[in-house]
Nanobody, 117 residues
Framework: QVQLVESGGGLVQPGGALVLSCSASGINLNNIVMAWHRQAPGKQRELVASITRTGTRTYAGSVEGRFTISRVNNIAMTYLHMNNLAPEDTAVYYC???????????WGQGTQVTVSS
């Protein structure tokens, strides 16, 4: 049974930072792209960042230069370092896995990130 479990969300002030973690189990990570998506209230879910097994990264334009995605394959962990957070980053963040970052096969349950003063 594949499980993706996110942690690290919370409330942070504008300009602050958070690190999200995703633990994967029950899945062979070879040829799997790990990704973070987010969904803000009233908006469609969007791809935030992705990373291949060999470390090729992509970012949404709105987070480029502020967010960094990374993964440690031997412990099946994926991270999203988020800096200089803004209120528009408020959303539920989802870890996702699959051969394509835009159409993942597996999803985590999501973790809430709220940026507010």
């Amino acid at each position: 049974q594949v499980q993706l479990v996110e942690s690290g969300g919370g409330l942070v002030q504008p300009g602050g930072a958070l690190v999200l973690s995703c633990s994967a189990s029950g899945i062979n990570l070879n040829n799997i792209v790990m990704a973070w998506h987010r969904q803000a209230p009233g908006k469609q879910r969007e791809l935030v960042a992705s990373i291949t097994r060999t470390g090729t990264r992509t970012y949404a334009g709105s987070v480029e230069g502020r967010f960094t995605i990374s993964r440690v394959n031997n412990i099946a962990m994926t991270y999203l370092h988020m800096n200089n957070l803004a209120p528009e980053d408020t959303a539920v963040y989802y870890c996702a896995a699959g051969p394509s970052p835009t159409h993942p096969t597996y999803w985590g349950q999501g973790t809430q990130v709220t940026v507010s003063s």
